[in-house]
C-alpha cells in the first residue's frame, strides 16, 4: 500500500492567537540546515497575550516554529530534524511558553506532476513515493516557497492529541 502524506499548515482562522511584539509582517523567514550554525541555541520572542491568547501547536510565520509539545510527538518520528528552543515570554503577565524553532531536511521528492499557476506559485502538489522514502516529516521546496509534509502515521498522532491551529492538506503520490 501507497503511503499517504499531508501539507501541515498553520491555520490563520484561529481566534486569539499569540501576538509577537518585534514582528509587524507576515512574511516568513525560512532557515535550512546549512544555516543552523547562524541560529543562537536558545532565543526570546516578546508577545502580547491575555488569558484568551490561543497558542498553536504550528506557526509557520515569523519562523516555522512548533510546540513543546508538537516537538514530543514529532521525536517519535523522525530524529534528522534540527530544533532551536525560542521562549515566547510576555513581561507584563509573567509567562513563558517553550516552542522549538524547526529546522527539518529539505527533501527533493516532488513528482514531474507537480502544477504551478503562471506567477509560479504551487497550484498541485504531486510526491514521487520514490524520492520520499520512509520520510516521516519533512519540506518540500516547490516554487517560490517550503512546505512542511507528514506522514499518515504523525497526521494521525496529531489528530489523536489535542493540538490547535493545524491544517491538512492531503498530497497526492504517484
Same mark, same amino acid.
Given at each position: 500500500?501507497?503511503?499517504?502524506?499531508?501539507?501541515?499548515?498553520?491555520?490563520?482562522?484561529?481566534?486569539?492567537?499569540?501576538?509577537?511584539?518585534?514582528?509587524?509582517?507576515?512574511?516568513?523567514?525560512?532557515?535550512?540546515?546549512?544555516?543552523?550554525? %547562524?541560529?543562537?541555541?536558545?532565543?526570546?520572542?516578546? %508577545?502580547?497575550?491575555?488569558?484568551?491568547?490561543?497558542?498553536?501547536?504550528?506557526?509557520?510565520?515569523?519562523?516555522?516554529?512548533?510546540?513543546?509539545?508538537?516537538?514530543?510527538?514529532?521525536?517519535?518520528?523522525?530524529?534528522?530534524?534540527?530544533?532551536?528552543?525560542?521562549?515566547? *515570554?510576555?513581561?507584563?503577565?509573567?509567562?513563558?511558553?517553550?516552542?522549538?524553532?524547526?529546522?527539518?531536511?529539505?527533501?527533493?521528492?516532488? *513528482?514531474?506532476?507537480?502544477?504551478?499557476?503562471?506567477?509560479?506559485?504551487?497550484?498541485?502538489?504531486?510526491?514521487?513515493?520514490?524520492?520520499?522514502?520512509?520520510?516521516?516529516?519533512?519540506?518540500?521546496?516547490?516554487?517560490?516557497?517550503?512546505?512542511?509534509?507528514? *506522514?499518515?502515521?504523525?497526521?494521525?498522532? %496529531?489528530?489523536?492529541?489535542?493540538?490547535?491551529?493545524? %491544517?491538512?492538506?492531503?498530497?497526492?503520490?504517484?
Amino acid at each position: 500500500m501507497m503511503k499517504k502524506y499531508f501539507l501541515l499548515k498553520e491555520d490563520y482562522n484561529v481566534e486569539n492567537r499569540v501576538k509577537f511584539k518585534d514582528f509587524t509582517t507576515s512574511k516568513k523567514a525560512t532557515f535550512l540546515k546549512e544555516d543552523v550554525e %547562524i541560529l543562537r541555541d536558545m532565543a526570546d520572542m516578546y %508577545i502580547d497575550s491575555d488569558e484568551n491568547t490561543i497558542f498553536p501547536a504550528l506557526i509557520e510565520s515569523p519562523v516555522l516554529m512548533i510546540s513543546e509539545e508538537l516537538y514530543d510527538l514529532f521525536n517519535l518520528y523522525e530524529e534528522n530534524i534540527t530544533y532551536k528552543i525560542v521562549v515566547f *515570554s510576555d513581561i507584563k503577565r509573567e509567562i513563558q511558553k517553550v516552542y522549538r524553532l524547526m529546522v527539518p531536511e529539505v527533501i527533493d521528492g516532488l *513528482s514531474e506532476k507537480t502544477t504551478y499557476t503562471k506567477s509560479n506559485w504551487l497550484e498541485n502538489m504531486v510526491l514521487d513515493k520514490n524520492k520520499v522514502g520512509d520520510n516521516n516529516i519533512f519540506r518540500i521546496k516547490a516554487a517560490l516557497d517550503y512546505y512542511l509534509v507528514v *506522514s499518515l502515521d504523525v497526521a494521525e498522532a %496529531i489528530l489523536k492529541r489535542d493540538f490547535q491551529g493545524i %491544517i491538512f492538506k492531503e498530497v497526492e503520490v504517484v
